[in-house]
Nanobody, 127 residues
């Protein structure tokens, strides 16, 4: 496990942008691969984006592909989720998460694969 601290949530209008950040403590991207999930009101927690274990590939959910961009700063041990062209459907609590980088390949999309979680950030998009 690794401690994760999120910051950057807030309000945006449709078509606007927000940037979420998630800082890791103690561990590095060699040990843990970061990702993002979100949970809308009355819905289950769903996958948003993540790096592969190697960090060489990025995976996005179909609902955010082309609008959200995942990046990381290795020195700062921080992962970022740049969210552009926001819509009200993006309204949710966003959770940073991390899993063992050496885990099985292709198992990135279920929250059960992640053993570390941030505190959650509210993102609200108005029409």
């Amino acid at each position: 496990q690794v401690q994760l601290v999120e910051y950057g949530g807030g309000l945006a209008q449709t078509g606007g942008s927000l940037r979420l950040s998630c800082a890791m403590s103690d561990r590095t991207f060699t040990d843990y691969s970061p990702g993002w999930f979100r949970q809308a009101p009355g819905k289950e927690r769903r996958f948003v984006a993540t790096f592969s274990g190697s960090g060489h590939r990025v995976y996005y959910s179909d609902s955010v592909k082309g609008r959200f961009t995942l990046s990381r700063d290795i020195i700062k041990k921080t992962v970022y989720l740049q969210m552009d062209n926001l819509t009200p459907e993006d309204t949710a609590v966003y959770y940073c998460a991390a899993r063992a980088a050496r885990g099985p390949g292709g198992r990135y999309f279920s929250p059960n694969e992640y053993d570390s979680w941030g505190q959650g950030l509210q993102v609200t998009v108005s029409s």
